[in-house]
């Protein structure tokens, strides 16, 4: 939360999820479709050399030669969910809607470029390139 949020928030919700790996063999980067079984080889030949090496390591008693180190990328995605009450002049009926759409057609026919500008400002009136 900044300090210029005007709500707090009521429930949040944080979930992780693999975007990449590592290979267990070569160490290249294998992107995660994140459904199915997690990958450990970028390719089938990969997978032959670990299991080659596993192999040749068991016959002369040594441990393990693939690495038990392996980087995964993991994307954090925080859902947030706020109260926001809504204002007291905003129209129920469809009839209350006339006479505020027609006060924004004129304002989009005299300067349309105006409320543009006015929503890019408070959208943007902390980045240097504001207007």
């Given at each position: 939360?900044?300090?210029?949020?005007?709500?707090?928030?009521?429930?949040?919700?944080?979930?992780?999820?693999?975007?990449?790996?590592?290979c267990?063999?070569?160490?290249?980067?294998?992107?995660?479709?994140?459904?199915?079984?997690?990958?450990?080889?970028?390719?089938?030949?990969?997978?032959?050399?670990?299991w080659?090496?596993?192999?040749?390591?068991?016959?002369?008693?040594?441990?393990?030669?693939?690495?038990?180190?392996?980087?995964?990328?993991?994307?954090?995605?925080?859902?947030?969910?706020?109260?926001?009450?809504?204002?007291?002049?905003t129209?129920?009926?469809?009839?209350?809607?006339?006479?505020l759409?027609?006060?924004?057609?004129?304002?989009?026919?005299?300067?349309?470029?105006a409320?543009?500008?006015?929503?890019?400002?408070?959208?943007?009136?902390?980045?240097?390139?504001?207007?």
């Amino acid at each position: 939360m900044t300090d210029n949020d005007e709500h707090e928030p009521d429930n949040e919700r944080a979930r992780e999820h693999l975007v990449s790996t590592q290979c267990r063999a070569c160490g290249t980067s294998i992107d995660y479709a994140g459904t199915g079984r997690r990958p450990q080889f970028c390719s089938p030949a990969c997978r032959q050399r670990a299991w080659a090496l596993r192999r040749v390591a068991a016959q002369l008693g040594r441990p393990d030669p693939m690495p038990t180190v392996v980087r995964d990328v993991v994307e954090r995605v925080i859902e947030v969910e706020r109260t926001v009450p809504v204002p007291a002049h905003t129209p129920r009926l469809a009839a209350d809607w006339v006479p505020l759409l027609e006060q924004l057609d004129r304002q989009m026919r005299d300067n349309p470029l105006a409320l543009f500008r006015s929503r890019w400002n408070i959208l943007f009136q902390d980045h240097p390139f504001s207007c």
